[in-house]
């Protein structure tokens, strides 16, 4: 392994390929900054291009630009309170607070030392154990799946905020919007009242973009006419302190991981790893009531899982052939444009190709550092632009971006009634988190939990003799009760 890792850095540092990395990240984080565009959209857009280039650097290109499109969208996350991406919805709930304590300097360099430091792990952790991770993802069938679903939800006692019965609330809110489409196992629609564009469910991404985006937009304009001012004066250091540093080291580590193990789950991806990361960073936290108000693990966490599940999603790409996430499926199509097949014989046959990509993904992440330290000062220039002037640019990205994603003003629309469902539960203090877990996780566990139950034939009990799924499951138990304990023990010591 050693000598194809040494064949591969050989390939990966010729100057074209460099280039290549370089165009690749550049290009991911001006994806990831616009909302509604993602990791897949810039490679669809990407691929293309491919034709006419050689596997290696066409693939260089296509990692750099997966990885830094997760780093990207924590840029206006921090900046304006709006997830550039899915993945970096958690990243919102403490790097905007910090922006508006004066902070975005330390909140967008966190964010970029933990990004690279999470890619990076999840590079090395594909470089070493490819193969073995990949037959562990063969064994998750619906039960795991559900379990994982499962384990999700359960982190809405960590999400709740100030009320859990708001938090529970939320949650349905979320679990309704994704019972809304076809039914897969009889056909039959189920609350689509006869809307076409209903029958394949609402879309996660004009959901995501309404309730987040354009909600935040309200607000703004809001807040514009009322005359409040919102951002104080951005002083300090881009960079933590290295006491602040060191106690971050842990989350970095801690999220990484989290991050590399669900992007090796076909079809988990970053979104659900990020949430998971953020969760069970406030969990082990000493100080859990601090998250959302602005504390720099909260965004250590989700960022270092988003990168770290960029690794973890080429597991199953590699090694089975099989999609870790949207974004693969694309560079599946990209590799057959090529003529190679993935898979099993993929490392057998192209050992030169397979490894330098593996270094080239190490690689990108240090570009990926070097030039999102150099635009923080760019990013932070945003932040001072009125809102009169930066609502109006904003709610129009969200417009072309919803449109795009199907060419139907339909999508327009639903944005729109996303926007006032999340400025109305903001308004009433209804968390905008859990909606979000509900929608990303419901559809994950009723599809498993049915199917699971026909393998069975109505047993129970092939959740509990499963396993990775028992273990889950557990887990997920125990991660719902901690918080609750903790609430209760708060009190007591108050009395």
């Known amino acids: 392994m050693l000598e194809n890792l040494l064949i591969g850095l050989q390939e990966v540092l010729s100057p074209y390929n460099l280039l ?24 669809a857009i990407l691929l293309p291009l491919t034709f006419y280039m050689d596997p290696i650097p066409a693939f260089l290109m296509m990692v750099s630009l997966y990885m830094a499109a997760e780093y990207g969208g924590s840029i206006t996350s921090i900046a304006l309170g ?28 966190v964010s970029i030392i933990a990004s690279s430091t999470g890619g990076m792990i999840g590079a090395i952790i594909l470089a070493v154990a490819v193969v073995p991770l990949a037959t562990v993802a063969l064994r998750f069938g619906p039960t795991e799946y559900f379990a994982v679903a499962v ?21 349905t809110i979320g679990l309704l919007i994704v019972v809304i489409w076809v039914d897969v196992f009889t056909g039959y629609p189920r609350f689509t009242f006869g809307v076409a564009e209903l029958l394949e469910g609402i879309p996660f991404v004009p959901a995501l973009i309404g309730l987040f985006a354009v909600s935040k937009v309200f607000h703004y304009i809001e807040e514009e006419r009322t005359g409040i001012q919102k ?31 669900i992007g090796i789950i076909p079809g988990a991806g970053a979104t659900i790893a990020s949430l998971i990361a953020y969760g069970e960073e406030k969990r082990a936290s000493k100080h859990p009531e601090k998250f959302g108000t602005g504390v720099l693990e909260g965004i250590s966490a989700p960022e270092s899982a988003n990168n770290g599940a960029v690794g973890g999603a080429l597991v199953p790409l590699i090694a089975l052939g099989i999609p870790g996430s949207g974004s693969t499926a694309i560079m599946i199509g990209g590799l057959m444009i090529q003529g190679l097949k993935p898979g099993p014989l993929l490392i057998a046959e192209q050992p030169v190709f397979v490894y330098s990509i593996l270094v080239g993904l190490f690689v990108a992440a240090f570009f990926q550092f070097f030039i999102g330290t150099l635009g923080i000062r760019l990013w932070l220039r945003v932040i001072r632009v009125r ?29 729109l009634v996303f926007g006032i469902l999340g400025y109305l539960m903001e308004k009433f ?18 599809d498993n939990f049915r199917r699971a139950l026909a393998i069975s034939g109505g047993s129970y009990a092939i959740f509990f ?21 903790r609430m209760r023990r708060r009190k007591g010591a108050s009395l």
């Open 429 to 446: 203090e209804f968390p905008l988190a859990p909606v979000i877990l509900a929608i990303v996780l419901g559809g994950i566990a009723e």
């Open 231 to 261: 951002f104080p004066e951005m002083g300090g250091s881009q960079f933590p302190s290295l006491k602040e540093f060191k106690s971050l080291i842990v989350s970095i580590i801690r999220g990484s991981g989290i991050g590399t193990l």
């Open 151 to 171: 384990f999700g939800l359960s982190l809405v006692a960590n999400l709740a905020g100030k009320s859990v019965i708001k938090a529970l609330i939320s949650v």
């Open 82 to 109: 709006i997830p550039g991406t899915p993945p970096a919805i958690p990243t919102c709930w403490d790097g905007f607070p910090l922006t508006q304590k004066g902070l975005a300097k330390k909140a967008l360099g």
């Open 387 to 415: 809102a009169s002037i930066l609502m109006p640019f904003v709610l129009g990205i969200c417009i072309v971006g919803a449109y795009g994603l199907g060419n139907s003003m339909f999508d327009v629309g639903l944005i």
């Open 465 to 485: 003799t499963h396993p990775i799924s028992l273990v889950l499951i557990i887990i997920a138990i125990v991660s719902f009760v901690i918080p609750f304990i």
């Open 20 to 43: 290549m990395i370089l165009a690749g990240v550049s290009l991911g984080i001006v994806i990831g900054v616009l909302p509604g565009l993602q990791a897949a959209s810039g490679l």
